[in-house]
């Protein structure tokens, strides 16, 4: 343990390649002689495992090798097996949550989340496939995947819920050179106004290099598609970048908003993120919304836009058009009666 920090401490500073400033972090397995090993090539094969395990744990982290760990490196290489076959099979499928105007309470937007339906293993939260998806490095052709059924279905949405703008998740492995032509070819092959597409993108973004994510952001938002930062808050981002960089929208966490009625630190946390958002004219959406008074005290609090079950859980295409509509109708009746 000791090695690894002094490893960690040693590279926790940028330093500069070729006029760029690169940050590593170290992911360590360690495997201990002679209970994990009797020979160096079993040492090194059993910490290779603890350090996978390590690097799934996230940036910066180190793992002792135990036994039960060889069972959890099987389990996720079937994992990768069937998510693999599951692109090729069309087993994925995106279910939509309306995204609602605080003030009136009608859908403005819908989030488009992606739901893998395995025959084998039923369903599988996204929490646990879609990292999984960015170390396999499949991320890119599922994303595009994401991104033309949204927008696809969206068009579609649009003869009777006009103006309705759907907003997509986007990994920021996505983000690379190709990105802008792969969403080009999307808005022409859809035929979606691009005003009415939104992206979700996490602070992690900003750990790339800042004049790249700059000149992406600006690109898109010229040809009229918005930008939501996505769980902020909870990244590694500094302020900065809400100075530099071209958005539109915070998403405040639902991490943040969670049984906020006995927390004063969150109450604190979420009133600033309004504050400043406001400031900086930058809309707000709350995700994870479940009862009135955290509604209410988001309405005091000047939050603009608000998501979670209290209005509706993420739902197939069509219960979601249906869920829209009877909204509507149940609005129409109620103000003429
Ligand atoms: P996220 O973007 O923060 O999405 C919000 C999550 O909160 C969703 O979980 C949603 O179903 C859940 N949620 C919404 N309202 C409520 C509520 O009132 N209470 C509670 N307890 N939960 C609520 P989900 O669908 O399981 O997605 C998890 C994460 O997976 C997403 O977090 C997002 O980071 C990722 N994800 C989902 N679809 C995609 C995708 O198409 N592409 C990428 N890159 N990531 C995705
Ligand atoms: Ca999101
Ligand atoms: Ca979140």
Same mark, same amino acid.
């Given at each position: ?75 996720? *290489?079937? @994992? /990768? ?5 599951? +692109? =090729?099979? %069309? ?105 009415? *597409?939104? @992206? /979700? ?5 900003? +750990? =790339?290099? %800042? ?116 909204? =509507? ?9």
């Amino acid at each position: 343990m000791r090695v690894v920090t002094r490893l960690q401490s040693a590279l926790a500073l940028p330093f500069t390649l070729e006029d760029k400033s690169v940050l590593l972090s170290i992911s360590a397995g360690i495997a201990l002689y002679p209970e994990n090993g009797s020979c160096a090539a079993e040492l090194m094969d059993n910490a290779d495992v603890a350090q996978e395990q390590a690097k799934l744990s996230g940036q910066n982290h180190y793992t002792f090798y135990s036994s039960d760990l060889n069972k959890t490196a099987t389990d996720r *290489l079937a @994992l /990768e097996e069937d998510l693999r076959y599951a +692109l =090729e099979a %069309k087993e994925f499928e995106l279910y939509y949550q309306p995204k609602m105007d605080i003030r009136n309470q009608t859908a403005v937007g819908v989030e488009a989340l992606l739901r893998w339906n395995s025959p084998a293993r039923g369903f599988v939260s996204p929490m646990e496939f879609i990292p999984l998806c960015e170390q396999m490095g499949i991320i890119k052709p599922l994303g595009e995947w994401v991104l033309e059924s949204a927008c696809q279905q969206a068009k579609a949405w649009h003869s009777e819920m006009p103006e309705l703008k759907v907003s997509v998740n986007v990994s920021s492995l996505q983000l690379d050179k190709d990105f802008i032509d792969t969403v080009k070819a999307v808005i022409a092959k859809s035929g979606l106004d691009p005003k009415c *597409l939104d @992206l /979700e993108i996490t602070e992690g973004i900003f +750990l =790339e290099n %800042k004049c790249m994510v700059s000149e992406l952001f600006s690109e898109l938002r010229s040809m009229g598609i918005t930008i939501s930062i996505d769980d902020f808050g909870t990244g590694y981002s500094s302020l900065s970048y809400l100075r530099d960089l071209p958005i539109d929208t915070l998403k405040i966490d639902r991490s943040f908003l969670m049984n906020i009625e006995e927390d004063d630190t969150s109450k604190a946390i979420v009133n600033s993120i309004i504050t400043l958002a406001n400031g900086l004219h930058l809309n707000t959406v709350a995700e994870g919304v479940e009862d009135v008074a955290l509604l209410n005290f988001l309405i005091q609090g000047g939050c603009r836009e608000v998501q979670g079950y209290l209005f509706s859980p993420p739902l197939p295409p069509e219960a979601l058009s249906q869920w829209v509509l009877d909204v =509507e109708a149940w609005r129409c009746h109620f103000s003429f009666t």
